[in-house]
């Protein structure tokens, strides 16, 4: 029997997210402007075509699943890899600390230029829009960040956890980590996280925090042909 998130996208545009879906009962994807993710509810000719109709000329979508992923013709895919799921294995502690703080829609692009030069993943100036975010604020700028991003029934995703280069190995990566975890766990959601399959010393260290596999997942990045 498949578990909820071998589909991550298809099923929070379903549930938790639903507001937020573009597309239909074939195919759906989050708006661009907050996320390229995008899926189609199965293989069929049908889910296909609709997943294929989504995007505009040129745009870019990525399919996550713990299957095979069937591209359509219309799509050209540029890249093509794995991800691993991690699962935490207990609830967290909330904690409390005053260099924390919420970030807001003033701190967008200020958050995307850390993702951008840190690459923990996709990110947008509308990321906002999936969940909260916090921050670490150092004479008034952003050094590192963690927020909350898909969300499925009974469960949480830990995302966009990066700290700049200059900051880095002073436990702000580790703080923040706590934080987001504790305020996921907090509402009786199981935490999730998604890493690339190479990244070994980022898995290696979500297990000493308290994370373990639980499944490896397709990565695809598609673009519509002109």
């Not at 996320?35 to 745009?59: G, H, I, M």
């Not at 013709?73 to 093509?80: A, I, K, M, S, Y």
């Amino acid at each position: 029997m498949s578990h909820i998130l071998d589909r991550p996208i298809w099923n929070a545009l379903h549930t938790a997210h639903a507001d937020l879906a573009e597309g239909g009962e074939r195919a759906r994807r989050y708006p661009p402007s907050i996320v390229p993710f995008a899926a189609a509810a199965d293989d069929t000719r049908e889910s296909l075509e609709a997943l294929q109709n989504l995007p505009a000329a040129d745009e870019v979508m990525a399919i996550v699943e713990a299957g095979p992923i069937t591209v359509p013709q219309g799509l050209t895919v540029l890249t093509d890899g794995k991800l691993v799921q991690m699962i935490a294995e207990r609830p967290y502690e909330r904690i409390s600390d005053s260099r924390l703080q919420p970030l807001t829609p003033d701190d967008a692009e200020e958050m995307l230029a850390l993702a951008t030069l840190t690459r923990p993943g996709p990110f947008t100036l509308g990321a906002q829009k999936l969940g909260t975010f916090w921050g670490v604020k150092i004479d008034g700028r952003l050094v590192a960040m963690a927020g909350q991003r898909l969300r499925l029934p009974g469960h949480g995703e830990l995302s966009g956890l990066c700290t700049h280069p200059d900051f880095q190995g002073k436990g702000l990566g580790t703080l923040l980590f706590r934080y987001v975890a504790g305020e996921i766990s907090a509402r009786g959601d199981t935490v999730f996280l998604h890493a690339y399959y190479t990244n070994t010393s980022a898995i290696a260290l979500y297990k000493t925090l308290g994370f373990k596999l639980r499944s490896e997942l397709n990565f695809r990045v598609v673009r519509r042909s002109a």
